[in-house]
């Protein structure tokens, strides 16, 4: 049976426009339209910041000051960095990523039923879409921290127990690694790190499995569309395929996988807290047309009650909570197509 979401079918008036698209360009001298050339050529493949996470365990004074400044320069010049001896084993997550290539292969028909997941827990393709440039050409598990030991219960007869129990082990570990993180850029910030202990909490966090299938339009389709994350940060455990993508400078760049690394970015929540310091870059995955892609990211989130303000003046952006945030990135996505994030929220916003 197969295993891959119909895109081609779901979306084949897309597709279809897209011929048309590229057939007028052959007859026309006037410049693409916006959509026909999706996936943007990459000039340079970039290494991320690498962080040793030893010295804030075992280091004395000046390496834990060390290690903590990296960070925060990372966070600041890129919003994205990586991570070493950060807690997490290597049996954790190579049991995690077995866990979840074992689930995706099932068939499609099987993971579309909702009676044998939790309700919302699998996603694939954007049925927002109404152009290529906003379709998502994989499939993912979005999986509350809440709902990991019944989110696979039914599955298979129960023959994802195992998967639960990966998923809980991976989760739990990752959970105090971004604590650990969000604690420490609070302090370069002279902020308060106990806000996170006190508004983080694992209810409201939760846990997002991808696959990104092989798919046959790599230069016009993506495999997640450019976004930024609507967190405080995120926490990405990628296979070696590659197909990470970032935004630095005005140009994007490819992301080299490092097998021993943890992926961290900083999301549009943190930099609103720390009024701009932090940023939150914008990113994507580009599709490969041999080859499948796994992904697991863990976003840490605050409740939904929680203000967020800079405590600085003058302030970016003004105070909001994390409702808000989220009701309104939903609104402008179902209105606009896309997500407008952070802008909407600054304090000269229209």
Same mark, same amino acid.
Request: hydrophobic share 35%.
């Given at each position: 049976?197969?295993?891959?979401?119909?895109?081609?079918?779901?979306?084949?008036?897309l597709?279809?426009?897209?011929?048309?698209?590229?057939?007028?360009?052959? /007859?026309?001298s006037?410049?693409?339209l916006s959509?026909?050339?999706?996936?943007s050529n990459i000039?340079?493949?970039? +290494?991320?910041?690498?962080?040793?996470?030893?010295?804030?365990?075992?280091?004395?004074?000046?390496?834990?000051? !060390?290690?903590?400044?990296?960070?925060?320069?990372? *966070?600041?010049?890129?919003? %994205?960095? !990586?991570?070493? /001896?950060?807690?997490v084993s290597?049996?954790?997550l190579?049991?995690?990523?077995?866990? !979840?290539?074992?689930? %995706?292969?099932?068939?499609? &028909?099987?993971?579309?039923?909702?009676?044998?997941? *939790?309700?919302g827990?699998?996603?694939?393709?954007?049925?927002?879409?109404?152009?290529?440039? =906003?379709?998502?050409?994989? +499939?993912?598990?979005h999986?509350?921290?809440?709902?990991?030991?019944?989110?696979?219960?039914?599955?298979g007869?129960?023959?994802?127990?195992?998967l639960? *129990?990966?998923?809980?082990?991976?989760?739990?570990?990752?959970?105090?690694?971004? =604590?650990?993180l969000?604690?420490t850029l609070?302090?370069?910030?002279?902020?308060?790190?106990?806000? %996170? +202990?006190?508004?983080?909490?694992p209810?409201?966090?939760?846990?997002?499995?991808n696959?990104?299938?092989?798919?046959? %339009?790599p230069? &016009?389709?993506?495999?997640?569309?450019?976004?930024?994350?609507?967190?405080?940060?995120?926490?990405?455990?990628?296979? !070696?395929?590659?197909?990470? =993508?970032?935004?630095?400078?005005?140009?994007?760049?490819?992301?080299?996988? /490092?097998p021993?690394?943890?992926?961290?970015?900083?999301?549009?929540?943190?930099?609103?807290?720390?009024?701009?310091?932090?940023?939150?870059?914008?990113h994507?995955?580009?599709?490969?047309?041999?080859?499948?892609?796994?992904?697991?990211?863990?976003?840490?989130?605050?409740?939904?009650?929680? +203000?967020?303000?800079?405590?600085?003046?003058? *302030?970016?952006?003004?105070?909001?909570?994390?409702?808000?945030?989220?009701?309104?990135? =939903?609104?402008?996505?179902?209105?606009?197509?896309?997500?407008?994030?952070?802008?909407?929220?600054?304090?000269?916003?229209?």
């Open positions: 049976m197969e295993i891959d979401p119909p895109f081609r079918e779901a979306y084949k008036d597709l279809i426009d897209k011929k048309k698209q590229m057939k007028q360009m052959k /007859n026309s006037a410049p693409p959509d026909t050339a999706v996936v000039i340079e493949e970039c +290494e991320l910041p690498l962080i040793d996470l030893q010295p804030l365990v075992t280091g004395g004074p000046l390496e834990r000051e !060390q290690c903590k400044n990296q960070m925060a320069r990372a *966070s600041r010049e890129w919003g %994205f960095f !990586q991570v070493v /001896n950060h807690g290597r049996e954790i190579d049991r995690m990523r077995k866990e !979840q290539m074992k689930v %995706f292969k099932q068939p499609f &028909e099987r993971k579309k039923e909702e009676d044998k997941f *939790s309700a827990t699998y996603r694939w393709g954007t049925p927002t879409a109404t152009c290529l440039r =906003q379709l998502a050409w994989s +499939e993912a598990f999986i509350p921290m809440t709902d990991i030991s019944t989110s696979f219960d039914d599955v007869g129960g023959s994802f127990n195992s639960s *129990s990966a998923i809980e082990q991976f989760a739990t570990t990752v959970a105090d690694l971004a =604590q650990k969000a604690e609070a302090e370069n910030l002279g902020r308060k790190s106990s806000f %996170f +202990e006190e508004n983080c909490v209810s409201s966090c939760y846990l997002r499995m696959r990104y299938p092989p798919c046959p %339009f230069a &016009e389709v993506f495999g997640l569309v450019p976004h930024t994350d609507s967190d405080f940060l995120t926490i990405l455990h990628q296979d !070696q395929v590659g197909g990470l =993508q970032l935004v630095k400078d005005g140009r994007w760049f490819a992301v080299k996988p /490092n021993q690394a943890l992926i961290i970015n900083i999301g549009d929540l943190f930099q609103a807290w720390s009024n701009g310091a932090y940023k939150s870059v914008e994507r995955v580009v599709t490969n047309p041999n080859v499948e892609r796994f992904s697991t990211a863990y976003f840490f989130c605050p409740s939904y009650d929680t +203000e967020i303000e800079s405590g600085c003046e003058p *302030s970016i952006y003004r105070r909001f909570s994390f409702k808000e945030y989220r009701q309104q990135v =939903q609104e402008d996505v179902q209105k606009l197509g896309y997500k407008v994030g952070l802008p909407r929220f600054a304090v000269n916003a229209i």
